[in-house]
Antibody
C-alpha cells in the first residue's frame, strides 16, 4: 500500500524558516518524480515544486521566488521542502504527492497524496 | 503561465442528478488535463487523467472529455458520497496549474 506521510508543519513567525519532510512507502520511491502542492485553509490548490526521480532536476512555481528548495534522499525514501523567509501568505496545508507514471518527465498526474501538514506563518 | 478557468465555482444538486463542470485553459493544452475530487479535511483524489481516462478504482459514473482549451467533467447519477469539491489540473507546461475548484453541494 502506497503511503505518504508529511511532517514538520508548525506555527512559525514571519521571516522564519522551516523544513517539511515526507516519508514514502509502498512503492519504489526512486522511480518516481515527486511534488509538493499546497492549499491555504478554505481555498484552492497550488502546485509548488517537483523533483525528478533521481533528484537531477527541480522546478518551482514562480510565486516562490527562490525561497523554497525541494530535495530528496532516495536512500531514506524521503522528500523534503526547505522553506525560508516565510510570509503569512505561505500559511497552508502542504501535501506531498507522487507522480502516476514512473520516470515521468512531462506527464504530471498526482495519483497518491499525503494527509498534509499545516504550516502557519503568524506572529 | 497557463490559466485554468473552472466553472461554476459552486452548484447545488440532488442525488441522481447529472452534474457537469467545465474547465477552460488559456491556451491549447492538448489533452493534458486531470480531474480531482476533494472531500472536507481530506487530500485530493485523482479521478480522471489525460482528460478522459478513468483512474483505477474510480466509479464509471465519473467521466471527462475535451481537448485543446475546453474540457468537461461529468457525474452521471450523483451519489451522496460525491458531494465534494472538484479541481481540474493541467500539465502541458511548467508551472503546473489547477482550476479554482467547483463545490458540489446538496
Amino acid at each position: 500500500e502506497v503511503q505518504l506521510v508529511e511532517s514538520g508543519g508548525v506555527v512559525v513567525q514571519p521571516g522564519g524558516s522551516l523544513r517539511l519532510s515526507c516519508a514514502a512507502s509502498g512503492f519504489t520511491f526512486d522511480d518516481y518524480t515527486m511534488h509538493w502542492v499546497r492549499q491555504p485553509p478554505g481555498r484552492g490548490l497550488e502546485w509548488i515544486s517537483l523533483i525528478t526521480w533521481d533528484g537531477g532536476s527541480t522546478y518551482y512555481a514562480d510565486s516562490l521566488k527562490g525561497r523554497f528548495t525541494i530535495s530528496r534522499d532516495n536512500s531514506k525514501n524521503s522528500l523534503y521542502l526547505q522553506m525560508k523567509s516565510l510570509r503569512p501568505e505561505d500559511t497552508a496545508f502542504y501535501y506531498c504527492t507522487k507522480d502516476r507514471i514512473s520516470h515521468s518527465t512531462s506527464d504530471y498526474s498526482f495519483d497518491y497524496w499525503g494527509q498534509g501538514t499545516l504550516v502557519t506563518v503568524s506572529s | 503561465d497557463i490559466q485554468m478557468t473552472q466553472s461554476p465555482s459552486s452548484l447545488s444538486a440532488s442525488v441522481g442528478d447529472r452534474v457537469t463542470i467545465t474547465c477552460q485553459a488559456s491556451q491549447d493544452i492538448n489533452n493534458y488535463l486531470n480531474w480531482y475530487q476533494q472531500k472536507p479535511g481530506k487530500a485530493p483524489r485523482l479521478l480522471i487523467y489525460d482528460a478522459s481516462n478513468l483512474e483505477t478504482g474510480v466509479p464509471s459514473r465519473f467521466s471527462g472529455s475535451g481537448s485543446g482549451t475546453d474540457f468537461t467533467f461529468t457525474i452521471s447519477g450523483l451519489q451522496p458520497e460525491d458531494f465534494a469539491t472538484y479541481y481540474c489540473q493541467h500539465y502541458d507546461y511548467l508551472p503546473l496549474g489547477f482550476g479554482g475548484g467547483t463545490k458540489v453541494e446538496i
